[in-house]
Structure formats: structure tokens, C-alpha cells
């Protein structure tokens, strides 16, 4: 499963924003098979159109699906050279699929800050900073490899030594990877080096307890929002403690503190979600009066890969596919009279799922 890695200097509310996340975790008789790692925390993606489909169809079970956030401690300054824990920090981020930065925009005499006074900016730029030195590194040692075959004009190393210079110049004026403009074939050749850099990235603005309302005034969040701007990367506020607190809610309670608080979404669901989306991952369902579950797949997967996510042999007995999107069921109201309109389709091996697609597959067993 895709994964999204927690990062940020220290004393900014990782740990405490990783406690939310880990008490807040799935509910773990929905998924027996699944073992997970300390540092892993695995949620239940919220998704309002599960809880839709299940009113409809009343079924003996809802299973939402999950999403898991991985823990990465230990950022210090003096990471990319390798200092105190250094490489085994950026060996963690190397693993995940998705960096959410965590960054500190509260203000607390009583919590040390690591640079002496909170500065998001400072703080955002000292980690991408660490990331960025590592990758330069990873492209200067492919670039010795690769200059030689290049000189000799061996087509693919011309190829690949053109996109290193490329980064090369990127990361010495201390832009990231993913603010490199390439071609497709560019791309694909990047993404078998591996860098740090390249991995889809948010913001997650720690703030006060009493700002979670209204961040108007809150100056660091808006230095944030700025900047994210410019990466074009999104920016989820939240207040690490606060969800703490919400974690330990049932469903009713946390309605209610959340009503109290005057917020519609928690900050961890908004967390979620975002991550979610930033990794390309989508939703379809499958619905019966014994189950509605929910699936994760990656955007572009085709039918036969969607049901093999179910399980392998609905992938290779695959048949077809009898195919509703949610927005023509909840418009039709039930399934039969969906069918009546013509919105259920049969779709084959081709079909590109679509995020809200009700699925039932036919397969050959
Ligand atoms: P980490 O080093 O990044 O994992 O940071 P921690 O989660 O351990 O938090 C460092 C300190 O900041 C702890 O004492 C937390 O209770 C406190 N803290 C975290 N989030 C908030 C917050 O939203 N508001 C305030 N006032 N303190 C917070």
C-alpha cells in the first residue's frame, strides 16, 4: 500500500499529530490480514458517499477503506552528510510514497523551539534543504557513471545525462526535483533514481489550540499558505492537540466537539483525504445487502486491476464488469431503477475505473 510519511523538525507536533492518527486508527476486525509496523498508523478514509450507500442498501456490514501514514522521526540539521541519524532519516523517506511536512505555527514559551523562535519558512526550507544536498549527491554519483557512455554518444546515457544536468543545476540553486520541468520521457527516467525531492509533498500548519477556528490572525500560517503556493502544494491546518483529543471521540461525540468548535472537518479527515488525493488514489465501491465496502486504487488502473485488488483471482478469471457511478445510483435512487435508466453499463477488460464507480465484477473462477 501507498504510504505517506510524516516529517518535520523536532518539538513542531509529529508525535503528538501521530498519537491522533494512531488512536484515531481502523478498526482492526475490518482487517484481519493486515499487520502493521510501529511506526505505521493506518486510518479509515472518510468518505460521506460510503455512509450514502449504506442507508441504501442497509447492509450487514460498511467497511471504509484505509490509508496508512508513516512515522519518520529524527530530522537534524546535517542530515544529507549523515550526521547522528541522519541517513537512516532519509533512508525512511526514501521508503514512502508522500511527504507531509509538519510545520510549527504555534506559539508556546514553554516548548523549545529548535532555531530559538518559531519560523516556518526556516523550518520548511532547513528539512527540503537536507533532502535536496541528499539528491544532489545521488545525481553527481549517476553523473560520473553515465558522463563517459554520454560523450561516447550512447543514446540512452545522452538521455540520461541530459535530465541530470537538469536536476544538477535545480538542486544548486536549492529547487527540488519536483520543481523541475520535464518531458514524459524525462519523467520516466527520473523516477528510477529514487530522489527525495520528487515525492508529492503538502504542508501541515500546527496551530495554537485557540486558532483552529479562525487562522486569520495566525501570521506563520499565512507565511505557509505562501509559500506552498508557489510549489504549488496544498496546505492542511491543524491543531495537533486538538485531534489528539478528538482521536479518543466516538462517532456522535466527535460531531459534537467538532460543532462546538465551529469546524465542519476535522483536521486529521482534511489530512487524510489530501494525502489521499495527493497520491493519485481514488475510490470505487462495491454494495450488497451483506456488505458495502469501499476499495482504493490508483487513478488510470483498468477494470480487471481494480478487481484484483479484491482478490487475485478476480483478476485473472476476469469477465466484466456491471458499472454504476455513484452520483446516477443516489440520483436514481435505487439500483433496479438506475438499471431502468440506463445508467448501469457492462464494461470489459478496457474500462478505466472512475473514482465513485459502483463495481460488481463477473469473473471465471
Ligand atoms: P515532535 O518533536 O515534532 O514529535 O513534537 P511533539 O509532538 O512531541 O510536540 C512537542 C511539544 O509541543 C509537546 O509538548 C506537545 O504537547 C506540544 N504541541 C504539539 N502540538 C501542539 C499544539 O497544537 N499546541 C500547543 N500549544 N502545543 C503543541
Known amino acids: 500500500a501507498l504510504t505517506a510519511g510524516i516529517v518535520g523538525l ?18 482492526s476486525a475490518n482487517y484481519p490480514f493486515c499487520t502493521i509496523d510501529p511506526n505505521v498508523g493506518m486510518v479509515e478514509v472518510p468518505d460521506l458517499r460510503l455512509n450514502k450507500l449504506s442507508e441504501l442498501y442497509n447492509p450487514k456490514k460498511t467497511i471504509p477503506t484505509t490509508f496508512e501514514f508513516t512515522d519518520i522521526a529524527g530530522i537534524v540539521k546535517g542530515a544529507s552528510k549523515g550526521e547522528g541519524l541522519g541517513n537512516k532519516f532519509l533512508s525512511h523517506i526514501r521508503q514512502v510514497d508522500a511527504i507531509c511536512h509538519v510545520v510549527r505555527c504555534f506559539e508556546d514559551e514553554n516548548i523549545t ?8 519558512i526556516d523550518d520548511i526550507e532547513t528539512i527540503n534543504l537536507e533532502l535536496i544536498l541528499a539528491d544532489l549527491e545521488t545525481v553527481e554519483k549517476r553523473i560520473g557513471r553515465v558522463e563517459k557512455l554520454a560523450k561516447q554518444k550512447d543514446k540512452d546515457a545522452v538521455a540520461e545525462y541530459e535530465v541530470l544536468v537538469k536536476l544538477k543545476d535545480a538542486f544548486e540553486s536549492d529547487k527540488p526535483a519536483r520543481s523541475v520541468e520535464l518531458t514524459d520521457e524525462q519523467t520516466k527516467i527520473v523516477k528510477g533514481f529514487q530522489l527525495l525531492t520528487s515525492k508529492p509533498i503538502l504542508y501541515v500548519a500546527n496551530v495554537g489550540e485557540d486558532e483552529v477556528q479562525d487562522t486569520s490572525s495566525n501570521q506563520y500560517v499565512q507565511q505557509v499558505r505562501d509559500y506552498a503556493a508557489q510549489e504549488g502544494a496544498e496546505v492542511i491546518v491543524i491543531c495537533a492537540r486538538i485531534e489528539e483529543e478528538i482521536a479518543e471521540l466516538d462517532d456522535d461525540e466527535k460531531a459534537m466537539f467538532l460543532s462546538e468548535l465551529g469546524i465542519e472537518e476535522s483536521g486529521l479527515d482534511q489530512l487524510i483525504k489530501a494525502a489521499y488525493s495527493l497520491l493519485g488514489l481514488a475510490t470505487y465501491f462495491t454494495a450488497g445487502e451483506q456488505e458495502v465496502r469501499a476499495w482504493t486504487f490508483k487513478k488510470g488502473m483498468k477494470a480487471p486491476q481494480c478487481a484484483g485488488i479484491i482478490h487475485t483471482d478476480f483478476e485473472k478469471g476476469f469477465i466484466r464488469a456491471e458499472t454504476v457511478s455513484y452520483d446516477d445510483l443516489i440520483a436514481n435512487g435505487t439500483m433496479v431503477a438506475a438499471r431502468e435508466a440506463g445508467k448501469v453499463r457492462l464494461e470489459g477488460k478496457d474500462y478505466i475505473v472512475q473514482d465513485g464507480d459502483i463495481m460488481h465484477f463477473r469473473f471465471n473462477v
Open 113 to 120: 523551539h529548535v532555531s530559538g523562535k518559531v519560523n516556518p
Open 10 to 27: 523536532p518539538n513542531v507536533g509529529k508525535s503528538t499529530l501521530f498519537n491522533a492518527i494512531t488512536k484515531a486508527g481502523a478498526e
